[in-house]
């Protein structure tokens, strides 16, 4: 049995940490490390999340345009991160962003990580397509919603 959480930022973290496993299934969601990522508040009693050592990339999302999106993954890419990193950051990207309460942000969210796994069924150039896809839905959805929360 789990303990109750006590606090706002401990009910926020769990709900959010349940929304990315709902939304990409337990066994992704572990492979990606998003459920080990601990989601921490503001430090200033508010109700911002942080992501650790993924707020940088996670921040990154949030608030690169859409134009420029494609540019800046593809970069980060080269600088070798991984296309699991950037799918959980998008993850929690848009759970910091939406927390389940935006219909196609939601859709957003669903379709990482089948976009992920299409990715690491194809080779070559091309395999990174289906995430940056993704990532580009995602990110236009955060922007239309206002950017970073």
């Not at 337990?26 to 508010?46: H, I, Q, W």
């Not at 494609?70 to 939406?98: H, P, S």
């Not at 995430?131 to 919603?145: D, G, P």
Request: proline share 3%; glycine share 14%; hydrophobic share 45%.
């Amino acid at each position: 049995m789990t303990a109750v959480p006590r606090t706002r930022r401990e009910f926020l973290r769990n709900v959010g940490q349940g929304m990315i496993v709902a939304a990409v299934g337990a066994g992704l969601a572990a492979d990606l490390g998003v459920s080990a990522v601990a989601a921490e508040g503001d430090g200033a009693g508010g109700d911002r999340l942080t992501f650790g050592g993924m707020e940088g990339l996670v921040a990154l999302m949030q608030e690169t345009p859409p134009e420029r999106l494609n540019a800046v993954m593809v970069a980060k890419l080269r600088d070798g991160v991984g296309l699991k990193t950037l799918t959980a950051a998008a993850a929690l990207a848009n759970a910091r962003t939406f927390g389940g309460e935006d219909y196609v942000g939601y859709h957003a969210m669903m379709a990482l990580g089948p976009a992920y796994q299409m990715s690491r069924e194809l080779s070559g150039a091309g395999a990174a397509l289906p995430v940056l896809k993704v990532l580009y839905r995602n990110t236009t959805r955060i922007r239309e919603r206002g950017g970073r929360a």
